[in-house]
């Protein structure tokens, strides 16, 4: 979740003196990050064991630096290792734009401790290009990039993210599924049609 910069803004600029400023700055901004809107407030059933997770949607954010969240002249290198003190789990959405690299992965899964999960978006040809279709090829090449996320159990689930515009049709997505690895996936479709009993009991 990204910081609230207008109240930000609004409430800093009404002190003058620049330490104080710094630290009502870094007061009101980690205030931001912990703002949640008002939801389901049901408590989780006591019977149901499975973990909920909170992240944000990357790390590598410019203007998280400098006391904003990542501390005061740290460097980027050192970014990842801070976030996992703070979080469990992290949202990669630079695998939706392009391939990753197995050396950068190998790199994420030694800076993080043991379980720790990244979930990993989807390659945006599989799913705003191709759309489901000849998936084959396009998810080897995927994983190839972040097998060290499998091999180390880091693997959270991959997110596909499909576009808006694309319609629900029940024999491309039951061609599609048999194609995919072992392990979650986590299905976002946008258009309402998908929204039914039979693609949920298909998925």
Known sequence: MEPRQD??????DDFPHRTYRRQIQAHVVRAAFAHRRCGNRRRVPSGDRRVIRIGCSGWNY????NGVFYPPRLPASRWLDHYTRLFDTVEVNSTFYRLA???AVT???EETPPGFLFAAKAS???????????LADGVGRYYDGIEPLVESGKLGPVVWQ???NFHRDDDRLGRALPLLPPGRHCFEF???SWF???VYKQL
Do not use: G, I, K
């Open 101 to 103: 690299s197995a050396d």
């Open 190 to 192: 946008r258009h309402e």
């Open 107 to 109: 790199r994420w899964v």
């Open 196 to 198: 039914t009993e039979a």
């Open 7 to 12: 109240f930000r803004r609004d409430f800093v």
């Open 162 to 164: 499909f576009p808006a």
């Open 62 to 65: 410019a203007h998280w630096r």
């Open 124 to 134: 945006r040809y599989m799913t705003h290009v191709r759309r489901l279709q000849n």
